[in-house]
């Protein structure tokens, strides 16, 4: 993983940059840079890859139909292109329309506006990190509760064929927050890749 790492189980790909090498699980590509034991690990995996920024790798796997089985066919993108939008969806300047955290939309007071970083919920994600070994990796910068290191943090458990804490921890998690997440991006995006990714991923969680 990437904030926090799993240092135990996500040494062997780089699940951030999109990886090197190409994956398989049930035959299908992933730009995540190993084989896994399940789809459902490769699946979540490859999630978590694609809500990182943007990588040349990432565009790649995209551009060669690596993520074809997954989203369905994609429209070519251009990596400078993607890191703009993802910066523009995501990071801000000055407070970003789809702030990619938890406790943004569950520990807010309202509807109208978003709550702060570091709340409540980011607290009960790092315990379950604690609970299964998952640290922080040094230098790596993004919040607990990020989409991707949460969608992270349910390929570790599918990888270690933990599938009933990897449910729990999606219905107490991702299931409570990453709807709104993946409404407002498929709103605001002017990239078929990140309308695709929403789209996907609301899919799978809600699965």
Do not use: K
Request: overall charge negative; aromatic content about 8%; glycine content about 8%.
């Amino acid at each position: 993983m990437n904030e926090p790492a799993a240092r135990n189980a996500s040494e062997r790909r780089d699940a951030a940059g999109g990886a090197t090498g190409d994956a398989h699980a049930s035959g299908d590509a992933h730009p995540t840079g190993d084989a896994f034991e399940s789809a459902r690990t490769a699946t979540y995996a490859v999630l978590a890859a694609c809500w990182r920024e943007p990588t040349e790798r990432l565009v790649e796997a995209a551009n060669d139909g690596e993520l074809t089985a997954l989203f369905g066919p994609l429209e070519s993108v251009e990596l400078h292109a993607l890191r703009s939008e993802y910066a523009r969806l995501f990071i801000g300047p000055a407070g970003p329309p789809c702030p990619p955290y938890e406790s943004v939309y569950r520990d807010r007071e309202s509807d109208d506006e978003f709550g702060e970083v570091l709340g409540p919920a980011t607290m009960a994600v790092e315990r379950w990190y604690r609970a299964f070994g998952v640290e922080h990796r040094p230098g790596q910068r993004d919040l607990p509760d990020h989409v991707a290191t949460e969608l992270e943090f349910c390929a570790h458990l599918a990888e270690r064929g933990r599938d009933d804490r990897l449910d729990q921890f999606r219905d107490e998690h991702l299931t409570r927050w990453v709807g709104d997440l993946c409404d407002r991006v498929e709103a605001e995006t002017r990239s078929p890749f990140y309308a695709a990714l929403a789209r996907t991923t609301r899919e799978v969680v809600a699965d």
